[in-house]
């Protein structure tokens, strides 16, 4: 771990290194830079996997106590994600097998209650899963689509559009919370704000930013949000948020014996048990940094040790950020697509991409992954951002994430090695 990372931060780099199998004690470790599409696995995750199938392994609704013990543990993930979200009640969690299913399903549900004519406001930085299912609803149901546009050279919306976008039959604003190609952290605040002045439904995909930074459904004043426990070191499990009074009131596609009441009525079939124990192994992995390097005090809630555990990472991550964007930038040929200035970094994610003049972006993957350094190229599902920024003929943009076990060593590594591949050294 690196000396003056430590000393900025306060988090111990080794200790959290030790907490994930894949990384701890293994001299051949990959830098794993891949993490904005998923991040590698804590031992408290596992550990509550593992009893889920081993202890308690059973469908629920049963008077038996490895039933009891199942549905016990379903509820404590559903509560575990309510704390995280900050929501009014854990029945306002919803599980699902990822982000996108949930969203086709949330969209279709919702289209039951729109006419032809009614509008969508989408954004140009968002991931597909965000923009695909409801572009889909609106060719079925004659909707008109409307767009948040970004500036290719700032990076960042110009929210004076909103005045001319948020008309009267706006019913949806589906709106990402950070994007998975510039990095960019979105005022979703202000875009909820406006969609829900004419009454519109707002839909977030936080898939981006839950790893990074605290959410709080209340202060977004949003009415449905969304994300992915594998990109918050969890397992392959989607976990959606809704407000109370809009679950109760859309009408899910459901078998006639699942319940009418949410959050069983949008969870179809049988919930993977599993994952969710796996889901909540993640929170209380967060719980244990808030506690032990977060400053939460014995007393502290579960959201309180959480939110203590996420700052923690977040300046640990801002420090990394500041380290590989300055080591990118030596580079003349190199444009980073995103947000770069030290003061800007409150803005973005430690999700950071860019392009390398007149080089393929698969090819410095590939010579990367020769180097045990995994990385992520093209366009990443960003089909709208890659698109607006004029990359996505040209092979998209090379992808370097980081996260809260990646040192100050691996992006000085990965820097030189980038180095050495560009003098053809590597």
Same mark, same amino acid.
């Given at each position: 771990m690196?000396?003056?990372?430590?000393?900025?931060?306060?988090?111990?780099?080794?200790?959290?290194?030790?907490e994930?199998?894949?990384?701890?004690?293994?001299?051949?470790a990959?830098?794993?830079?891949?993490?904005?599409?998923?991040?590698?696995?804590?031992?408290?995750?596992?550990?509550?996997?593992m009893?889920?199938?081993?202890?308690?392994?059973?469908n629920?609704?049963?008077?038996?106590d490895?039933?009891l013990?199942?549905?016990?543990?379903a509820?404590?993930?559903?509560?575990?994600?309510?704390?995280?979200?900050?929501?009014?009640?854990?029945?306002?969690v919803?599980?699902g097998?990822?982000?996108?299913?949930?969203?086709?399903?949330?969209?279709?549900?919702?289209?039951?209650?729109l006419?032809?004519?009614? +509008?969508?406001?989408? %954004?140009?930085?968002?991931?597909d $899963?965000? @923009?695909?299912?409801?572009?889909?609803?609106? !060719?079925?149901? *004659?909707?008109?689509?409307?767009?948040?546009?970004?500036?290719?050279?700032?990076?960042?919306?110009?929210?004076?559009?909103?005045?001319?976008?948020?008309?009267?039959?706006?019913?949806?604003?589906?709106?990402?919370?950070?994007?998975?190609?510039?990095?960019?952290?979105?005022?979703?605040?202000?875009?909820?704000?406006?969609?829900?002045?004419?009454?519109?439904?707002?839909?977030?995909?936080?898939?981006q930013?839950?790893?990074?930074?605290?959410?709080d459904?209340?202060?977004?004043?949003?009415?449905?949000l969304v994300?992915?426990?594998?990109?918050f070191?969890?397992?392959?499990?989607?976990?959606?948020?809704?407000?109370?009074?809009?679950?109760?009131?859309?009408?899910?596609?459901?078998?006639r014996?699942?319940?009418?009441?949410?959050?069983?009525?949008? +969870?179809?079939?049988t %919930?993977n048990?599993?994952s969710? $124990?796996? @889901?909540?192994?993640?929170?209380e992995?967060? !719980?244990?940094? *808030?506690?032990?390097?977060?400053?939460?005090s014995?007393?502290?809630?579960?959201?309180?040790?959480f939110?203590?555990?996420?700052r923690?990472?977040?300046?640990?991550?801002?420090?990394?950020?500041a380290?590989?964007?300055?080591?990118?930038q030596?580079?003349?040929?190199?444009?980073?697509?995103?947000?770069?200035?030290?003061?800007?970094?409150?803005r973005?994610?430690?999700?950071?991409?860019?392009t390398?003049?007149?080089?393929?972006?698969?090819?410095?993957?590939?010579?990367?992954?020769?180097?045990n350094i995994?990385?992520?190229?093209?366009?990443?599902y960003?089909?709208?951002?890659?698109?607006?920024?004029?990359?996505?003929?040209?092979?998209?943009?090379?992808?370097?994430?980081?996260?809260?076990?990646?040192?100050a060593?691996?992006?000085?590594?990965?820097?030189?090695?980038?180095?050495?591949?560009?003098?053809? $050294?590597?």
């Amino acid at each position: 771990m690196s000396d003056s990372t430590a000393a900025a931060t306060g988090l111990d780099i080794e200790a959290i290194r030790r907490e994930f199998p894949a990384i701890a004690d293994r001299a051949d470790a990959p830098v794993f830079f891949d993490n904005p599409a998923g991040t590698q696995v804590p031992r408290r995750v596992i550990a509550r996997m593992m009893q889920a199938l081993t202890e308690d392994n059973a469908n629920l609704g049963g008077y038996f106590d490895t039933s009891l013990r199942a549905g016990a543990n379903a509820q404590e993930a559903h509560k575990a994600m309510a704390d995280l979200f900050n929501a009014s009640d854990w029945r306002e969690v919803v599980f699902g097998q990822n982000m996108t299913t949930l969203t086709f399903a949330i969209s279709r549900a919702i289209g039951r209650d729109l006419l032809p004519g009614d +509008e969508i406001l989408l %954004t140009r930085m968002d991931h597909d $899963a965000n @923009v695909a299912p409801w572009l889909m609803l609106a !060719e079925d149901m *004659g909707l008109v689509v409307r767009w948040i546009d970004f500036d290719p050279d700032s990076f960042e919306f110009d929210l004076t559009q909103l005045d001319s976008l948020v008309t009267d039959r706006l019913k949806v604003a589906a709106i990402g919370y950070a994007s998975n190609v510039t990095g960019t952290i979105h005022d979703v605040q202000t875009i909820a704000r406006a969609a829900k002045s004419v009454g519109a439904l707002v839909y977030v995909d936080a898939v981006q930013f839950a790893p990074h930074g605290v959410i709080d459904v209340q202060e977004i004043g949003c009415d449905l949000l969304v994300c992915s426990a594998y990109k918050f070191y969890g397992p392959h499990h989607g976990v959606l948020w809704g407000r109370r009074e809009v679950l109760d009131e859309i009408e899910a596609y459901k078998v006639r014996a699942a319940s009418n009441t949410p959050p069983g009525k949008f +969870e179809t079939g049988t %919930t993977n048990r599993e994952s969710l $124990a796996g @889901v909540r192994g993640a929170i209380e992995h967060f !719980e244990w940094i *808030g506690s032990t390097f977060g400053g939460a005090s014995d007393q502290a809630t579960r959201r309180q040790r959480f939110v203590a555990g996420m700052r923690a990472v977040d300046a640990h991550e801002r420090v990394l950020t500041a380290r590989l964007i300055e080591g990118l930038q030596s580079f003349p040929k190199l444009k980073i697509q995103g947000l770069t200035e030290k003061q800007a970094l409150a803005r973005r994610v430690p999700t950071v991409s860019f392009t390398y003049t007149g080089t393929d972006p698969a090819e410095i993957c590939k010579a990367m992954a020769r180097k045990n350094i995994s990385l992520w190229h093209g366009h990443n599902y960003g089909i709208e951002p890659t698109t607006r920024l004029g990359l996505i003929d040209k092979g998209g943009v090379v992808r370097v994430g980081l996260a809260q076990y990646n040192t100050a060593e691996e992006v000085d590594r990965f820097i030189a090695s980038f180095g050495e591949w560009t003098t053809g $050294a590597g």
